[in-house]
């Protein structure tokens, strides 16, 4: 059975390029996206995933204000991917306190148009990861 990823990213432009670099996995399938927290809530109860990747810096609700929240709705894996995720960051020390299973950083700030190239393998990793 396929693992079921949601997407949370404000960008639609990097939804897109995370759902090119998850399908490439035959074992992957987007079940969903949504443009930031409030409505990732929302998508996470209705499609039960079982891995969000989650951007942290977006309009409405940011990605640590949907994590505080998200325990409440699901149990599923949260992967962090954000330009804000750099190593030794606060907001990296945050995500994963508040339950992230890994925290992977955009090469290229907001809008990586170069996250398939760079950081494909390593998403795809963290996802088979999380649910082995």
Request: hydrophobic share 50%; charged share 25%.
């Amino acid at each position: 059975m396929a693992t079921k990823v949601l997407i949370i990213d404000d960008s639609m432009m990097m939804r897109k390029i995370i759902k090119d670099i998850v399908t490439s996995d035959p074992d992957l399938v987007v079940v969903g996206d949504a443009s930031n927290g409030e409505q990732g809530l929302q998508k996470t109860k209705e499609l039960q995933p079982d891995v969000v990747l989650l951007d942290i810096e977006m309009p409405v609700m940011d990605g640590i204000e949907f994590m505080k929240m998200f325990k409440l709705v699901s149990s599923a894996k949260v992967i962090v991917l954000s330009k804000l995720a750099q190593a030794g960051a606060q907001t990296s020390f945050d995500a994963r306190r508040l339950g992230a299973v890994d925290v992977i950083a955009k090469p290229s700030g907001a809008v990586s148009l170069d996250l398939e190239n760079k950081k494909a393998h390593e998403i795809v990793n963290a996802i088979r990861k999380a649910v082995a």
